[in-house]
């Protein structure tokens, strides 16, 4: 099955928001125990990466979307991303495409002998 993507508008938000709370509610998404309001959600996602991806009748069938995790022009386009799928819809490549759709490219060097190069990055997480 293909996967169409666009845009995510205000319009879409019953759909995201029923999308994220059954993320939430299945226990492996987000660290939030509900979704934040529609003006919160918009308010804080990068507008170009608030996408969704809908089947052939207009049914949203996931969404993904990024936020800023830094205003240092370095990390200008570091996000932090997230990627929802509807249940209904799992197994059908939706989260993949949705994931490909968002920017690749993590940080670039403003600077010195890689001025101008995109430069991989890598979070390494140690729990204390």
Partial sequence: MSTAIRDMVPADWPDVE????A???GGNAAFADAPPSMTEFFE???P???LVSFSIHGAVRGWAAATPTSNREAYRRVIEHSVYVDPAAVG??????LLQALRERIGRMGHGPLGGT???TTLVELRL
């Fill in 118 to 120: 995109w430069r991989d």
């Fill in 48 to 50: 170009e990466l608030r």
């Fill in 92 to 97: 059908q490549g939706i989260g993949l495409a």
């Fill in 18 to 21: 029923r999308i994220y709370a």
């Fill in 44 to 46: 804080t996602r990068i």
């Fill in 23 to 25: 993320g939430i509610a």
